[in-house]
């Protein structure tokens, strides 16, 4: 299992708030316009919900400077970019976590932050194992958006193994 670790720039910007993260990334003006858009109409409810199922405000960063891939600007906003392959499967995997009151414990006592982002050379495109990593109080998911958005089980599954064994 390899193991993904949060770029520097992720972990800047675990400080910064989600709408700042988001407008960090580079591309013409279409991404920079559809980014915009998704850190005022799509992104706040969807960090809402994934802090809801961790059971407390867990800070969430999205690397968009290698989530937003060049050319599907349009695409940014549909539920099939992020919300299915990643963020869903992140949500129900806290929910499970979080079903009772020691999985609500563990999490806030272990999990600091969540890192969401994509690595071409390291993100895999099946094996959703070896995308996720927890490391110093760090949640990471290294999958690319867009892709195998039907997979949502076997990404829930990956989350929760790794959180089980490390909380």
Known sequence: MSIVR??????ALLLAPASHVLAQSEGGLAERRAIQAYSKDVWP???RAIQDAAGFPVPVALDMKSLALPGYAQSY????YLRKPIIDPLIQALSSIA????GKQALKEKLTSIVILYDEASAPSSNYEEGVSF????????WKPFTNVDDLEPRVT???SVLERNL
Request: glycine letters at 10%; a negative charge; one cysteine or more.
């Open 6 to 11: 949060p770029t520097l720039l992720a972990c």
């Open 45 to 47: 409810p969807l960090e």
């Open 77 to 80: 906003g549909s539920d099939d």
């Open 99 to 102: 079903s009772d009151d020691l």
């Open 135 to 142: 490391s110093g109080g760090v949640l990471t998911l290294n």
């Open 158 to 160: 990956a989350i929760t």
